[in-house]
């Protein structure tokens, strides 16, 4: 089955940009996304990307897709520290549209 | 109104116990899911109901038992759990699974922390 990998952690600073990682293993990945958890929270879709797309920028958020190297990754522009959460990569695949999720990346923004 | 309503948010049990979580959906969905999240662990997904039938079972112990009355609700019910099974469960659902090519777009529930005594 599929795998989604990411870090566990990243920390930077107010103002700076954030740059989150994910790596998958199925090349016929049709869908990948991101998710975000806040505190106490469940999982809200922040993104999303469609395989025949190498980017997709939607306000502060940047997404990047490198299909050959099955590599998603998430740009946060100007993060601020309501930008503090946790950040779930996924990917659908299959019949179905499989989902599946990462660890998450727990995102740190210190003032 | 939130659109995915998890109940209880929190539920301490022992191993022995009987316990069951609840997930209500909103938004005319006809497919939910549990997932279970630990820390360091990617999201596992548990169980999977598309128009009230079970279509994913993800090699989930007996010891829980999920329940789908209609597309509204999910259940799932607890027994003789171990300490491992101390986690948060997160509910979810989204429009449609049967689609072969479409955005599968989630939404989640606040979760149930379980703790396992």
């Known amino acids: 089955g599929e795998d989604v990998e990411q870090s566990l952690f990243l920390s930077v600073r107010e103002g700076d940009s954030s740059v989150i990682n994910c790596t998958y293993t199925d090349s016929s990945s049709t869908y990948l996304y991101w998710y975000k958890q806040e505190p106490g929270a469940g999982l809200q879709l922040l993104t999303y990307?469609?395989?025949?797309?190498d980017m997709k920028q939607d306000q502060r958020l940047t997404v990047l897709l490198n299909k050959k190297d099955k590599h998603l990754s998430l740009r946060i522009a100007d993060t601020q520290t309501g930008d503090s959460a946790i950040y779930f990569c996924?990917?659908?695949?299959?019949?179905?549209?499989?989902?599946?999720f990462g660890t998450g990346t727990k995102l740190q923004v210190i003032p | 109104e939130t659109g995915v309503t998890q109940t209880p948010r929190h539920l301490v049990m022992g191993m022995t116990n009987k316990k069951s979580l609840k997930c209500e959906q909103h938004l005319g969905h006809n497919a939910m899911y549990w997932y279970k999240q630990s820390a360091k662990k990617p999201l596992e997904l548990m169980f999977v109901?598309?128009?009230?039938?079970?279509?994913e079972n993800n090699s989930v112990p007996s010891r829980f038992s999920p329940e789908c009355p209609n597309s509204s609700h999910l259940f799932l019910h607890l027994h003789t759990l171990q300490p491992e099974d101390s986690a948060l469960y997160l509910c979810?659902?989204?429009?449609?699974?049967?689609?072969?090519?479409?955005?599968?777009?989630?939404?989640f529930g606040a979760g149930t922390r379980l703790s396992v005594l």
């Open positions: 109901y598309n128009f009230k039938e079970q279509t």
């Open positions: 996924a990917a659908s695949s299959g019949g179905y549209q499989k989902v599946t």
């Open positions: 990307i469609f395989s025949n797309m």
């Open positions: 979810a659902s989204s429009q449609d699974n049967k689609a072969r090519v479409a955005k599968n777009i989630q939404y």
